[in-house]
């Protein structure tokens, strides 16, 4: 399967510890998406990144929360201290921009995070 | 701000009618609209994407209009069926590179 995967699916923690997510986007994108959605709304942007470059961060997002894409391959989130409103589906997406054509997006299943 | 307005309530119909369901957006003129289905639990699966000089998109008993000047697409599934039951997201183009997804319409197709 060549689509976009996230490990892990399921993630159960304590408040106040770190986590880690990661993702694999579809070989040949070059961007790359972190979303967050919570149950009845729709996927909230968190972050971007072109490449190994992160050319935008939300506003949503605190200091607790930092991406990487080292190498312009696969991407990790990591929320330090985490709070039980971190309590989400965190979504990876990737897409292929080429020229000026409309890049559409390709989400992975998800890692559903519940802080205790 | 640019805002999206998907119907949150769900949506009943019976298998074999045609399912309609809106998205309206304010404050921005979107070059390209797009469409997604979600699955409790999953993430959204693209559909189909109609630009702005398109008034109709198929695909299979698919059916996307877009209305720039009523600032307004629908999207359509003829001869529905209760495998069609899920939400529908609508993400129209922001200009930028990220999607603001509408809040999504939950289909539910009775057998």
């Known amino acids: 399967d060549t689509g976009v995967s996230q490990n892990p699916r399921h993630k159960i923690t304590k408040r106040g510890q770190n986590v880690t997510f990661r993702c694999d986007p579809i070989s040949e994108h070059n961007r790359l998406y972190w979303y967050r959605q919570t149950l009845g709304q729709g996927p909230e942007f968190l972050t971007y990144f072109q490449n190994e470059a992160q050319l935008e961060k939300s506003r949503l997002l605190s200091d607790r929360f930092s991406a990487e894409r080292p190498k312009g391959s696969f991407s990790t989130l990591e929320i330090q201290r985490t709070e039980q409103g971190d309590s989400a589906m965190y979504l990876c997406?990737?897409?292929?921009?080429?020229?000026?054509?409309?890049?559409?997006?390709?989400f992975g299943p998800g890692t559903r995070l519940t802080v205790l | 701000s640019q805002k999206i307005e998907q119907n949150s309530e769900a949506l009943n119909i019976q298998e074999g009618k045609t399912a309609t369901l809106t998205c309206n957006y304010t404050n921005y003129s979107p070059a390209y609209l797009q469409w997604y289905r979600q699955d409790p639990g999953r993430g959204p699966v693209f559909l189909l994407l109609?630009?702005?000089?398109?008034k109709e998109k198929r695909k299979e008993r698919l059916k996307v209009t877009f209305d720039t000047t009523l600032k307004q697409s629908l999207f359509h599934i003829t001869a529905s069926q209760p495998a069609d039951s899920a939400t529908y997201l609508c993400?129209?183009?922001?200009?930028?590179?990220?999607?603001?997804f509408g809040t999504g319409t939950r289909l539910k197709v009775l057998a």
């Open positions: 109609i630009r702005e000089n398109e």
């Open positions: 997406a990737s897409s292929l921009r080429a020229g000026v054509i409309s890049d559409t997006q390709y």
């Open positions: 993400a129209p183009d922001s200009g930028t590179y990220k999607y603001i």
